[in-house]
């Protein structure tokens, strides 16, 4: 059997799934040949990728106790390794529960023998937490506790990335920016590497596609180019988009702000997903995230697949007048009056790729050999970065554990769509601008 230190790795994709891959193989196998290949500069100003952004969530706090112990194990790196240290803030979070997922996380964390300053707090209570800051925050809707944690809190996305991807380089991993059209396949079946957009090829003993959003996309292409029908994602992945605002607080305002926690509205089924905000930056940016989720149904060689735009960037700077509402609606359910005043400066679109679990997908692709997916953060894969690279590394060698191999594989059974309150129920087509839908 040949040895991990000589085996070669292409990852597909400079996210969190991709760098933590590519930062945990060099480390582990610091002869082996480790590249990265993305369509954008790991240094360049803005990213597609999901992870590249101003700042996103770090917290454990799970109903699912799985998904509980690996972020409190992500988090404590974030907060003692040197390398991702700089980047943790440990505010706290303040989540309006409309269930009982104040108590379950409460008792995860008992479970897992994990003291933390965590609590169920009832709702008259809460008002007067944090100054105040959420008095005027929706209740309604059979909210039974607030969830506050102390040890939960935000990182700078964009920079944790690429500090890990500059460490990953200095390491040894190489890194390609290029465009990728399609896999290649030799005449066995086995995937042995990827054909870029400018016809150049790539190739590796291991071809992990860590390729967010656009791997149902890419994935479609492959099964055409190659003639191998199951090589397609089918209906395991699919592309979802969400907007992002963000405003600048005056002095006063950040005065008031500058200590608040992260703020979440959580809601069921019939209603939607959570709704985040984020606190204020060292620019003083305070960060929403809005309430729609949807895709983006296009014809991709003759089937209806979502995927983002077909620009160079996503289009995410294109942020449409519903879009932005649903960034105010964030303001108005948080802060109330206290937020009445303040000017959306910012918008942008995230895309991430689901299943519809919101589970990863970790896995060997079972239509061939070679070929391997690590993606499908839906929307809370982040908070996972600095331990990502450990369960991909452990699927590529065949030793992760059994619980995880049902839950992240490829073909592992999945609930019906619509019981997931966080996967993508509107069209993106539906919520452009009147004249743009024209």
């Not at 920016?177 to 870029?196: H, M, N, P, Y």
């Not at 991709?300 to 879009?323: C, F, H, M, T």
Request: with cysteine.
């Amino acid at each position: 059997m040949t040895s991990p230190q000589s085996q070669s790795y292409l990852i597909v994709g400079a996210g969190v799934f991709g760098v933590s891959t590519a930062y945990e193989l060099i480390r582990k196998y610091p002869h082996a040949s480790v590249t990265i290949v993305d369509r954008d500069a790991w240094d360049a100003d803005t990213r597609v990728a999901a992870s590249w952004d101003w700042n996103k969530v770090v917290r454990a706090d799970y109903d699912d106790i799985i998904y509980c112990k690996l972020a409190l194990e992500a988090q404590d790196i974030f907060e003692n390794d040197p390398l991702y240290q700089p980047f943790f803030h440990k505010t706290g979070i303040f989540w309006i529960c409309r269930s009982d997922y104040a108590s379950a996380v409460v008792d995860n964390y008992k479970k897992l023998g994990r003291k933390a300053e965590l609590s169920a707090v009832p709702v008259s209570e809460a008002r007067k937490l944090y100054g105040g800051l959420f008095e005027d925050a929706d209740y309604t809707g059979g909210v039974q506790d607030v969830l506050v944690n102390k040890t939960s809190g935000w990182a700078n996305a964009g920079d944790a990335l690429r500090a890990v991807t500059k460490r990953s380089i200095e390491l040894g991993v190489k890194y390609v920016v290029a465009d990728i059209d399609s896999l290649q396949f030799e005449e066995g079946g086995r995937c042995t590497g990827v054909k870029t957009t400018r016809g150049n090829s790539l190739t590796a003993s291991h071809v992990v596609l860590c390729t967010g959003a656009f791997t149902a996309k890419l994935l479609e292409q492959a099964a055409q180019a190659s003639g191998k029908p199951d090589i397609s994602a089918g209906d395991r992945i699919i592309a979802g988009g969400i907007a992002t605002g963000m405003t600048t607080l005056d002095e006063k305002s950040y005065e008031r702000f500058a200590k608040m926690p992260v703020g979440v509205q959580g809601y069921n089924v019939a209603t939607g997903p959570f709704i985040g905000s984020l606190p204020p930056t060292r620019d003083r940016e305070l960060k929403w995230w809005g309430q729609k989720i949807f895709k983006n149904t296009q014809n991709i060689l003759g089937r209806q697949i979502s995927a983002p735009p077909n620009e160079p960037d996503y289009a995410q700077w294109k942020v449409s007048g519903p879009l932005k509402q649903d960034i105010a609606h964030a303001n108005n359910v948080f802060y109330g009056k206290n937020g009445a005043n303040w000017k959306m400066e910012k918008h942008r679109i995230c895309w991430d790729a689901f299943t519809s679990s919101s589970d990863f997908i970790i896995s060997p692709h079972a239509a061939a050999q070679g070929l391997y997916v690590a993606t499908c953060g839906s929307f809370h894969g982040y908070k996972f970065f600095p331990v990502l690279g450990k369960y991909i590394t452990q699927m590529l060698e065949g030793t992760l554990e059994p619980e995880l191999q049902a839950k992240w594989g490829w073909d592992a059974k999945r609930p019906a769509a619509e019981t997931n309150p966080d996967f993508p129920r509107f069209e993106m087509n539906d919520l452009l601008d009147s004249k743009a839908r024209l």
